[in-house]
């Protein structure tokens, strides 16, 4: 919804890059920030499953203490961390506008990332995607308030953002109220946040911390690698494109919730069976919903594109001719992307969090590796190439590691 406001401010070439930009500093800072919604699914999960009701209210407090404390510093250091990140992704003073505003959100995002972890854990992902359906609907009316009832422009964008990450919040508290007050009421601050317990949960959330810093590496670096390349509507097509991806990610990121919530409670359970029938009907769904969306990029990709941009009508032929070039490399994304989404889901359900770690880091030296390899012969294609084989080997190097299905539990570290 963003990127689409964006594309019709005007100068829309300008204001989608700097947008782009500035979501990837953003990007950076969440995803640095996931562990707190992967560890305390992982763990909420298992301790659902081993009937553990005190230890699941134990580990919602120490998720939010975590998240709380993590949003002090960041809003502490906002100067000097996003002035260090606008000078390394060559943002300019639209960008720089867009960060200071949208950091005042930061706090409630991070603490969502708990909130909706523990959901998952205690096996209820519609919450989770109820609140994320709100907030966005609360995020597109806001911003185009701001940006255009107001006249905020790109500044408006954030703004709206901001509100919708503190309404999450406020939907999330109340449901909680709402469904769990009895297991809520379980809590013990003294066992939550104990040092034995508080090291589990920290050597846990250690090593998806070091998956999630490649995974930003890694998107950061496509966003910066396409600005670096000379050319803006290169950048601008880039960030459209990978937007449309986003749309497919968004729907698989339900699958790998679901796989969360079902593997971590299947091991808390040590019930290997189940583990691997829901494990294989998960596989079968995420597959459908990959086919649908190559069928959706193939047929409606003109039209999902004018969704986005709608500026300068010269802008927008070159957006659109330069886009044509590359749409295949967002065709085969989904095909490629469906099966890492879901091991991912899967490995954060039993916990299984050096293997996360050690695929994602092998993945990220290939992509490099291909990269810097053929950029000075395909370009953007090189990039684009590197990116989805990265994808391809995450998921191929998690499932290996893991010794398949059947060999999770066996190896999964227990609560």
């Given at each position: 919804?963003?990127?689409?406001?964006?594309?019709?401010?005007?100068?829309?070439?300008?204001?989608?890059?700097?947008?782009?930009?500035?979501?990837?500093?953003?990007?950076?800072?969440?995803?640095?920030?996931?562990?707190?919604?992967?560890?305390?699914?992982?763990?909420?999960?298992?301790?659902?499953?081993?009937?553990?009701?005190?230890?699941?209210?134990?580990?919602?407090?120490?998720?939010?203490?975590?998240?709380?404390?993590?949003?002090?510093?960041?809003?502490?250091?906002?100067?000097?961390?996003?002035?260090?990140?606008?000078?390394?992704?060559?943002?300019?003073?639209?960008?720089?506008?867009?960060?200071?505003?949208?950091?005042?959100?930061?706090?409630?995002?991070?603490?969502?990332?708990?909130?909706?972890?523990?959901?998952?854990?205690?096996?209820?992902?519609?919450?989770?995607?109820?609140?994320?359906?709100?907030?966005?609907?609360?995020?597109?009316?806001?911003?185009?308030?701001?940006?255009?009832?107001?006249?905020?422009?790109?500044?408006?964008?954030?703004?709206?953002?901001?509100?919708?990450?503190?309404?999450?919040?406020?939907?999330?508290?109340?449901?909680?109220?709402?469904?769990?007050?009895?297991?809520?009421?379980?809590?013990?601050?003294?066992?939550?946040?104990?040092?034995?317990?508080?090291?589990?949960?920290?050597?846990?959330?250690?090593?998806?911390?070091?998956?999630?810093?490649?995974?930003?590496?890694?998107?950061?670096?496509?966003?910066?690698?396409?600005?670096?390349?000379?050319?803006?509507?290169?950048?601008?097509?880039?960030?459209?494109?990978?937007?449309?991806?986003?749309?497919?990610?968004?729907?698989?990121?339900?699958?790998?919730?679901?796989?969360?919530?079902?593997?971590?409670?299947?091991?808390g359970a040590r019930d290997a069976d189940s583990l691997s029938d829901a494990a294989g009907?998960?596989?079968?769904?995420?597959?459908?919903?990959?086919?649908?969306?190559?069928?959706?990029?193939?047929?409606?990709?003109?039209?999902?594109?004018g969704l986005f941009v709608d500026g300068d009508p010269n802008e927008t032929a070159a957006?659109?001719?330069?886009?044509?070039?590359?749409?295949?490399?967002?065709?085969?994304?989904?095909?490629?992307?469906?099966?890492?989404?879901?091991?991912?889901?899967?490995?954060?359900?039993?916990?299984?969090?050096?293997?996360?770690?050690?695929?994602?880091?092998?993945?990220?030296?290939?992509?490099?590796?291909?990269?810097?390899?053929?950029?000075?012969?395909?370009?953007?294609?090189?990039?684009?190439?590197?990116?989805?084989?990265?994808?391809?080997?995450?998921?191929?190097?998690?499932?290996?590691?893991?010794?398949?299905?059947?060999?999770?539990?066996?190896?999964?570290?227990?609560?």
């Amino acid at each position: 919804a963003d990127m689409a406001i964006a594309g019709r401010l005007g100068d829309s070439t300008a204001t989608i890059g700097a947008l782009a930009i500035g979501t990837t500093i953003f990007n950076f800072i969440y995803w640095n920030c996931s562990f707190l919604r992967m560890g305390t699914s992982g763990l909420t999960a298992q301790a659902f499953g081993a009937g553990r009701k005190e230890e699941c209210a134990n580990l919602l407090v120490r998720g939010v203490v975590v998240a709380v404390a993590l949003a002090v510093v960041l809003i502490a250091l906002q100067r000097p961390v996003g002035e260090a990140a606008i000078w390394l992704m060559n943002g300019d003073d639209l960008v720089r506008r867009y960060f200071f505003a949208r950091i005042w959100a930061v706090p409630a995002a991070i603490s969502l990332f708990a909130l909706n972890g523990w959901f998952i854990g205690m096996q209820n992902s519609s919450t989770p995607m109820l609140i994320a359906l709100a907030q966005n609907v609360i995020n597109i009316a806001f911003s185009i308030w701001f940006a255009f009832g107001l006249d905020m422009g790109l500044e408006g964008v954030a703004w709206g953002t901001v509100v919708a990450q503190y309404s999450g919040v406020v939907l999330a508290v109340v449901a909680i109220v709402r469904r769990y007050r009895d297991v809520v009421r379980l809590a013990c601050w003294r066992s939550a946040l104990r040092l034995q317990a508080m090291g589990r949960f920290f050597t846990v959330n250690r090593d998806i911390f070091i998956r999630s810093f490649c995974l930003c590496v890694a998107y950061s670096f496509f966003t910066a690698a396409g600005a670096r390349m000379g050319d803006p509507t290169i950048l601008a097509v880039n960030s459209l494109m990978m937007q449309l991806f986003s749309l497919f990610s968004y729907m698989s990121d339900g699958v790998a919730y679901a796989a969360e919530a079902l593997t971590g409670r299947f091991v808390g359970a040590r019930d290997a069976d189940s583990l691997s029938d829901a494990a294989g009907r998960m596989f079968r769904i995420s597959l459908v919903i990959a086919l649908a969306y190559v069928a959706v990029y193939t047929v409606g990709w003109e039209w999902l594109l004018g969704l986005f941009v709608d500026g300068d009508p010269n802008e927008t032929a070159a957006i659109m001719a330069t886009a044509a070039r590359y749409r295949v490399w967002v065709i085969l994304s989904p095909l490629v992307g469906f099966a890492p989404f879901l091991m991912d889901g899967i490995m954060i359900g039993a916990t299984m969090t050096r293997i996360l770690r050690n695929s994602m880091v092998c993945a990220l030296a290939l992509y490099f590796a291909i990269f810097f390899s053929l950029r000075g012969v395909w370009g953007n294609d090189a990039l684009w190439l590197a990116f989805l084989l990265f994808m391809v080997a995450r998921g191929v190097l998690q499932y290996l590691m893991a010794g398949g299905i059947r060999g999770i539990i066996p190896r999964a570290e227990q609560l």
